[in-house]
């Protein structure tokens, strides 16, 4: 049984389209993410969101967006996709809100942009 | 073996070896400090935190080593197997802000 699951894997795409990435966790946490991983594997944080507070990253373009219907879902939206948004995303969870105990990540969507 | 740096080095060691992966911090102020284990396509995985008040934790073959007076991290792990192959990164987070930062990896290759 998946803690973290996320769809769909894979996910290609044509410049300037608008997509979706679902992320879903049984859990019980409290708190979702969303990271982007580069050709260089490294990770960097996109959103961190409970049901009280969202926390952006200042870096992240307004094209991407959380959207939240319950405390168990986190989904990305993006808007004109662009080349360079072509990366592995993945979303995690955490049960303490300072991420104490580490995250729960989940496997991971490949998003090309073509 | 053993590695250092922060452009996703290599570090390739024979079954049954030691292996040592290094990771440098950038936040002084950071104290709680996590390794995962990143295989091919899949997530980072948890596998041993530390605190700032501690300088080593150990856990099943696996130990990790604090000196935050150089703001460096180690995981050392024994005895290394073909399944520890993977990519590994050191994420660093201060205290009460939920804002854990990752390194940039170490991918370590176990040869049988």
């Known amino acids: 049984d998946t803690a973290v699951s996320q769809t769909p894997k894979y996910l290609v795409t044509q410049m300037g389209n608008d997509k979706s990435i679902k992320c879903e966790q049984n859990?019980?946490?409290?708190?979702m993410y969303w990271y982007k991983q580069d050709s260089k594997k490294f990770l960097k944080i996109m959103f961190s969101?409970?049901?009280?507070?969202?926390?952006i990253n200042e870096t992240v373009p307004n094209r991407f967006s959380p959207k939240s219907p319950d405390k168990a879902h986190l989904n990305l939206h993006i808007n004109s996709l662009e080349l360079g948004d072509s990366a592995v995303y993945f979303c995690?969870?955490?049960?303490?809100?300072?991420?104490?105990?580490?995250?729960?990540f989940g496997s991971g969507t490949r998003l090309t942009v073509v | 073996g053993e590695s250092v740096g922060l452009h996703l080095p290599t570090l390739s060691v024979q079954e049954g070896d030691n292996s040592i992966i290094n990771c440098a911090y950038s936040?002084?102020?950071?104290?709680?400090f996590i390794w995962y284990k990143q295989e091919s396509g899949k997530g980072p995985q948890f596998i041993i935190d530390?605190?700032?008040?501690?300088d080593k934790r150990q856990g099943q073959r696996v130990t990790v080593l604090l000196n935050k007076t150089v703001k460096h991290l180690s995981l050392q792990i024994a005895a290394t197997q073909p399944g520890d192959s993977a990519v590994y990164f050191c994420?660093?987070?201060?205290?009460?802000?939920?804002?854990?930062?990752f390194g940039a990896g170490t991918r370590l290759t176990v040869k049988p």
């Open positions: 995690a969870s955490s049960q303490d809100p300072d991420g104490m105990g580490g995250y729960t």
């Open positions: 859990l019980g946490h409290d708190t």
């Open positions: 969101y409970n049901n009280k507070e969202l926390i």
């Open positions: 936040n002084s102020a950071s104290d709680y």
């Open positions: 530390i605190r700032s008040n501690m």
């Open positions: 994420a660093e987070n201060p205290w009460h802000n939920n804002d854990m930062r």
